[in-house]
């Protein structure tokens, strides 16, 4: 069974900066399409951010282009969100998770097999 570790969620400001980690366990880290979901109270969980099983293809939804990065390191079978210029509506649990099949398009929560427990982000205003 795969699993997957979030880490690095926490309080901070408006405006501040906060980095996530997700370590993923196996030898197939390489192969799957990676992605950062986000869960607010009342609404349905969203991808932030996903990259390819290459780590050459990024998406974003636009609340927070140009504020997020989500990267990927296979020799440490781990993928980072780095989150800078918080706002108090970034507030959530994020969730890791990871997608088998590495030539999927799109990123609806359906596409992905692994999911992390979570990590609580709270901005505060």
């Known amino acids: 069974q795969v699993q997957l570790v979030e880490s690095g969620g926490g309080l901070v400001q408006d405006g501040g900066s906060l980095r996530l980690s997700c370590a993923v366990s196996?030898?197939?880290?390489?192969?799957?399409?990676m992605g950062w979901f986000r869960q607010i109270p009342g609404k349905e969980r969203e991808c932030v951010a996903g990259i390819s099983w290459t780590g050459s293809s990024t998406y974003y939804v636009d609340s927070v282009k140009g504020r997020f990065t989500i990267s990927r390191d296979n020799t440490k079978n781990t993928v980072y969100l780095q989150m800078n210029t918080l706002k108090p509506e970034d507030t959530g649990v994020y969730y890791c998770a990871a997608d088998k099949n590495r030539y999927a398009r799109g990123y609806s929560m359906a596409a992905f097999d692994y999911w992390g427990q979570g990590t609580q982000v709270t901005v505060s205003s």
């Open positions: 196996g030898r197939a880290f390489k192969t799957y399409r």
